[in-house]
Each structure stands twice: as structure tokens, then as C-alpha cells.
């Protein structure tokens, strides 16, 4: 494997790393906030829709590495 595509893969991997960080902390926060600043729960939902919505994406580019590593082994 050569330098560059390790660079790539590891970008990859701390972009992926950061976005479930962020979703997770801003999940829970808008978890505690919201009930405290009085929001109906429709807004609960969409916080978890939203956070789904990282999560996937976050899988996806977690898939691309798995793919990456898999062509620069053989």
C-alpha cells in the first residue's frame, strides 16, 4: 500500500470518526435540552432522524474504507 493511499484511507477514517463524535454529542445534548426548553416532541424525532441521517453516512465512508483497504491488498 503505498503512502498516499494510506492517507487517504486514514483521512477517511477521522472524517468518519468525527461525524459519529458530533452526531452523538448533539444527539444527546438536544436529548437533555429539549424537554428542558419546553419543545413538543416532534422535535425529539427529528433530532433521532437527524442523527440516523449522520450515522449512515458515517457508514457509508466507513464502507469506502473497508473497499479501499480491500483493492490495495491484492
Known amino acids: 500500500m503505498s503512502a498516499e493511499q494510506d492517507q487517504i484511507i486514514a483521512r477517511k477514517g477521522r472524517h468518519a470518526a468525527i ?3 458530533v452526531s452523538m454529542v448533539l444527539w444527546v445534548a ?3 435540552a429539549g424537554p ?3 419543545l413538543a416532541g416532534r422535535y425529539a424525532l427529528l433530532f433521532d432522524l437527524a442523527a440516523l441521517a449522520a450515522l449512515i453516512y458515517a457508514m457509508v465512508n466507513i464502507y469506502q474504507i473497508w473497499r479501499l483497504r480491500q483493492n490495495n491488498q491484492g
Do not use: T
Open 36 to 38: 428542558a426548553m419546553g
Open 19 to 21: 461525524v459519529i463524535a
Open 30 to 32: 438536544a436529548n437533555f
